[in-house]
Nanobody, 115 residues
């Protein structure tokens, strides 16, 4: 089994920054893809950023140039550095570990950006 725990959310003013962390433990394969999603109230969960074990990254258009995903393979930890935050970034942010046919989710961390 795989356990996923996010941390680092909070309240920030527009234009500010936050850094989210996600620690995964358990049976993690080296090729696992680690991802960040967000879900705003009344909306579907959406992919924000993803990173492979080799460091290849993918970003949603809405966050390109503002967010950076990074990963520490030795610690099975993924980070999301969020800069120039906007009120529309307000959401619950979820970390996911995707390997083989399974996806393991964390409990989510709230990010609120005030205008």
């Amino acid at each position: 089994q795989v356990q996923v725990v996010e941390s680092g959310g909070g309240l920030v003013q527009a234009g500010g920054s936050l850094r989210l962390s996600c620690a995964a433990s358990g049976n993690i394969f080296s090729y696992a893809v680690m991802e960040w999603y967000h879900q705003a109230p009344g909306k579907q969960r959406e992919l924000v950023a993803a990173i492979t074990s080799g460091g290849s990254t993918n970003y949603a258009d809405s966050v390109k140039g503002r967010f950076t995903i990074s990963r520490d393979n030795a610690k099975n930890t993924v980070y999301l550095q969020m800069n120039s935050l906007k009120p529309e970034d307000t959401a619950v942010y979820y970390c996911a570990v995707r390997q083989r046919v399974s996806t393991y989710w964390g409990q989510g961390t709230q990010v609120t950006v005030s205008s």
